[in-house]
């Protein structure tokens, strides 16, 4: 359990990693267990292949070794998944399953994030039942090539001016221009090849950790 675990519980969104769907199930509790270790506060599972039984394992397999760590399971997309494997939340898409429905489903305990890509959807999200949001994209990533802005820094100020909730900055972050963003005073950021592809996920994580203070 990492040092922080008492920062961690106030501020569950401050490094939010987000998994990997190329990764194997192994590779996936390696990366996670680690992660965890170094000071990720918050766990999204990703499957984007559209198959649910793998998806509904992939999240299973991270439960197991978050069990007992204090940081929430949060599942993509499918309100259905979480669940099935009790989650602690889900992180909803622009094109996904309205929030209304989502909140209806999931009850009033569990975390509902919703990704704003836009300024009219970060707008329109004050009046909507969630929890948090996911701002996205930052900047330019490979993860992601729909997308239909970059905020930048200062696109993320202006949000933060704009909105009650919580914010997770998501979208090409790293350690390069995590200070500057670390900087806007954001709650949290998500990230996913910064600690998935590192050699050492613990180590990144314990660094990216020591930026956001």
């Not at 972050?173 to 709650?187: C, F, M, Q």
């Not at 996913?192 to 990144?204: E, M």
């Amino acid at each position: 359990m990492s040092e922080n675990h008492g920062e961690q519980a106030m501020n569950p969104y401050r490094l939010y990693l987000v998994t990997d769907d190329r990764q194997s199930v192994d590779t996936l509790q390696y990366v996670v267990r680690e992660a965890v270790l170094g000071g990720v506060t918050m766990v999204q599972v990703r499957e984007k292949h559209g198959d649910v039984r793998a998806f509904i394992e992939r999240a299973e397999a991270v439960k197991a070794v978050l069990r007992g760590s204090g940081v929430p399971l949060i599942i993509n997309d499918r309100v259905d998944v979480a669940l099935a494997v009790n989650a602690d939340g889900v992180h909803l898409g622009q094109s996904d399953m309205p929030v209304a429905y989502a909140r209806r489903l999931l009850g009033s305990e569990r975390l509902l994030g919703l990704s704003v890509e836009t300024e009219q959807q970060l707008f329109e999200s004050e009046s909507l039942p969630i929890d948090y949001l996911g701002l996205s994209a930052i900047f330019a990533t490979p993860t992601k090539t729909n997308l239909k802005k970059h905020w930048g820094i200062a696109g993320l100020k202006r949000a933060l001016g704009v909105s009650s909730r919580p914010i997770v900055a998501i979208g090409g972050i790293n350690e390069d221009n995590l200070p500057d963003i670390a900087r806007t005073g954001v709650h949290g950021v998500a990230l996913v090849s910064a600690i998935c592809d590192a050699s050492c996920p613990q180590t990144a994580a314990r660094k990216l950790d020591g930026i956001m203070e």
